[in-house]
């Protein structure tokens, strides 16, 4: 479970985590079936590595999925 706060004084709003993922296209996949209209997140391929997926919460936190190569 993983639990982001935006209470005062928990953190910095406008975060960022970076969490790995097996597989960031099903993760892909499986968030943009949903029928959620607000949130129809990319998979950016980086130079540096695998794809990544990010999401950003309503406080600006940015969780990203990563997905590396090796």
Same mark, same amino acid.
């Given at each position: 479970?993983?639990?982001?706060?935006?209470?005062?004084?928990?953190?910095? /709003?406008?975060?960022?985590?970076?969490?790995?993922?097996?597989?960031? &296209?099903?993760?892909?996949?499986e $968030? =943009?079936?949903?029928?959620? /209209?607000?949130?129809?997140?990319?998979v950016?391929?980086?130079?540096? &590595?695998?794809?990544?997926?990010? $999401? =950003?919460?309503?406080?600006?936190?940015?969780?990203?999925?990563?997905?590396?190569?090796?």
């Amino acid at each position: 479970m993983l639990h982001l706060s935006g209470h005062h004084g928990d953190c910095t /709003p406008g975060s960022a985590i970076r969490i790995a993922a097996a597989d960031v &296209g099903e993760l892909h996949r499986e $968030l =943009t079936a949903k029928p959620y /209209p607000f949130l129809k997140p990319g998979v950016e391929h980086m130079p540096w &590595g695998g794809p990544e997926l990010a $999401l =950003t919460d309503p406080f600006g936190s940015r969780i990203i999925f990563y997905e590396s190569k090796s």
